[in-house]
């Protein structure tokens, strides 16, 4: 079967984009060759995420993010974890960053480090993460590999609320990919990243509505 013929399912499902009384100030972080975070940014630029982002954060030097940072003109500071004497140090790090660029919430967009109260208590609810399968399934390192010698046949990637616990937290969307005969990690990989681009900018919208109607009952 050809790579692109085959269903997905995204729940919930796309609809409507919210619009917001101002866009929603993200931070981004990311580890990687930062696909999800142009992801993202596209959204944004193509008028469906009412969002800026803010500042991406990267914490692998010469990491693909950073070239995608400066090809469109985000602010990118690099933060390298080797330098913190722990891994609280770093966020406490990263909270100021984001404090200082006026975030309101952050996006996990493939950051590959554990993280700490310290952040995910500086943005309460308001720190998202994706990961590659379908959580609670495959957690963790090297999930497509797990969830392929497991042999299940249906994959995808998760967008959740981070607490303090790895790759758990209130779910936000899903999107299942079905997996082939013949598939390998690069092939599924490449599936799962598509959906993954479709998901992460709609599971930012409905956290910021969620977000947004929470400051404003707060006052
Ligand atoms: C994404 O597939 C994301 O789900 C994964 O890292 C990749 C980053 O790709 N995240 C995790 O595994 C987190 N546990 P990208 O750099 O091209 O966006």
């Known amino acids: ?45 193509c008028g469906d995420l009412d969002a800026q982002i803010r500042v991406l954060v990267v914490n692998k030097a010469g990491c693909g993010a950073i070239a995608r ?15 913190f004497p722990t891994r609280e140090a770093m966020d406490e790090e990263l909270v100021r960053t984001f404090q200082n660029e006026g975030v309101e919430a952050v996006v996990m967009a493939g950051w590959m480090r554990i993280v700490t109260p310290v952040l995910i208590d500086a943005f309460p609810g308001k720190l998202i993460n994706i990961h590659p399968s379908l959580l609670p399934s495959f957690k963790g390192m090297d999930a497509i590999g797990q969830c392929l010698a497991a042999g299940v046949t249906i994959a995808g990637c998760t967008v ?26 690069d092939r599924l990989n490449r599936r799962i990243q598509t959906q993954e681009h479709r998901l992460l900018p709609w599971a930012t919208a409905l956290a910021g509505q969620r977000w947004r109607s929470a400051t404003r009952t707060q006052g």
Not at 69 to 80: N, P, S, V
Not at 161 to 166: A, S, T
């Open 69 to 83: 940072a400066e090809r469109l003109g985000i602010r990118c500071e690099f933060k390298d974890h080797r330098l």
């Open 160 to 185: 959740h609320e981070v607490l303090n616990d790895v790759d758990a937290g209130p779910i936000l969307a899903q999107a299942a990919v079905p997996i082939l005969s013949g598939d390998n990690r």
């Open 1 to 45: 079967m050809d790579d692109e013929c085959y269903s997905t399912l995204i729940v919930p499902a796309i609809g409507t984009w919210p619009r917001f009384d101002s866009p929603l100030r993200l931070g981004v972080m990311a580890s990687g060759t930062g696909t999800n975070f142009e992801a993202l940014h596209n959204a944004i630029t």
